[in-house]
C-alpha cells in the first residue's frame, strides 16, 4: 500500500472526524491543507460509504470462518496467503585510534506484503577515511520474525472490502434495496437461539407420546356415558386404549425424525433482529453458522448481547418465512398432522407440565446470511 493511499485515508478518517465535529468544508480544508474541492469529494464518499467506527475497525471476534476470510484475501490482494515474514538489519561500524575516524552504518527492512503499512527502508552511509592508528570493525544483526493469524487477515480483508465499496451496511427495510444474492453485508443485531432446539431437550420421544396419550385419554373420558353396561365400559376402555397407543406411537415416531433432523451438529441457526432500523420497523437476520468456528467452540456466546455480523446474503425475502423451512421431515408434513402435535403441545403448556409454545414464523423483511466473522 503507497503512502498515498495511507494518507488519503488517514485523511479521509480526519475529514470523517471534523465532519461529525459541526465544521464546515472551509474549516477542514484548512486543517488539512487541501483545497476545499477535495474535501467536499471526501464527504460525498463519506455519504455513499460510511467509515466503520474506529472502535469498530479493532474487533473482539467470537466467531470466524478462517477458509472464508483466507480465500477473500488471497483475492482481493491476488497474492498467495502470507504465513510468515522476516527482516534483519545490519550495522556495521569502523573505529580508528589515531585523531581521524572512520565509521560506516547501514540498515534496511522493507515489507513485501501489499497490505502491510509499516513497510519502509532506510541506507544511511558515511565514511571517513585515515592514515594513523590501529582499526577496530565490528557488526551486528539483528533478525526479527514476523507472523501471521487470522486477526491480521480479517482486518485486511474488512478493510479492503470497505475500501471498494463492496460492504452493504443494513439498518433497516428501506437499505435493503441494493442487497440482493451475493452481497457483502454488516450489520448489529441481538441474536436468539432456535427455539425448537431446546424444546427438543425436554421433548424426547417417550414424553410426548406420554403427553399424546394422556392427552387423548383424558379428552375421550370427558364424553363417555358412565351409564352405560359393564360391556360397553370395557369395549369403549379398549377403543381409547388402541386410539392412545396408535397416537402416541405416530408422535413418537414424528419425535424422533424431528430430532435427528434438528440435531445438525455442524451448523446452527440464530434468528437475529438487526439494530438501528428505521422508523421502528425491524429486519430479521437468519445467520447460519458452522459451530466449530465459534471461539471454544462456545455456541451460545452469540446470545450473550449485540454483535456485529459481516456476511454474504444467500437469500431475501419480503414474505414470511417458517423457521421450520430447512427442516427435510417438518417441511414435508402435512399442516393437519402440525396442527395436531402443536394442539398437545399447547396442551401440555396450559396442563403445566412444560412450557412448549414455540414462535414459529420469521416476520418479514427477511435476509439470510452466512457469516465470514462475527465481532464486537
Partial sequence: MTSNTTSREVRLRETDRLLKRGLGYTDIAEYLGVKKRTVEEYAAELRRSPLPEESDVFSLV????????????????????????????????????????????????????????????????????GSMGGEDKGEQRHHQKFSFTQANYLHNVRQALYDRELIQCVTGPRSLDDVEVGTFVEFSASFQANEINSILDLATPELVAAIVRHQHKKEALKIFNFQEGHDARQAYAMKIEIEANAKADLASAATIAVRQDFRNETTREYF?????????????????????????????????GTFKVLGKVTQVSYDDLSILSRNKFLNRMQQPMIDELSKHLKAASAAGQFDATLTLALEAPIIKVIPIAIYL
Avoid at 70 to 85: C, K, R
Avoid at 98 to 115: C, R
Avoid at 275 to 291: L, P, Q, R, Y
Wanted: proline fraction near 3%.
Fill in 272 to 304: 437475529g433482529t438487526i439494530i438501528g432500523s428505521e422508523d421502528g420497523e425491524d429486519v430479521t437476520a437468519v445467520t447460519i453458522c458452522d459451530t466449530e468456528y465459534f471461539l471454544n467452540q462456545d455456541k451460545d456466546r452469540i446470545l450473550d
Fill in 62 to 129: 467470537i466467531y470466524q470462518n478462517p477458509e472464508y476470510v483466507s480465500a477473500l484475501l488471497q483475492q482481493l490482494f491476488a497474492i498467495g496467503l502470507p504465513v510468515e515474514e522476516f527482516a534483519e538489519t545490519v550495522n556495521t561500524a569502523m573505529r580508528k585510534s589515531a585523531a581521524e575516524a572512520g565509521a560506516q552504518v547501514s540498515g534496511g527492512f522493507k515489507s513485501a506484503i501489499p497490505f502491510m503499512k509499516t513497510g519502509a527502508s532506510a541506507d544511511v552511509n558515511g565514511h571517513v577515511k
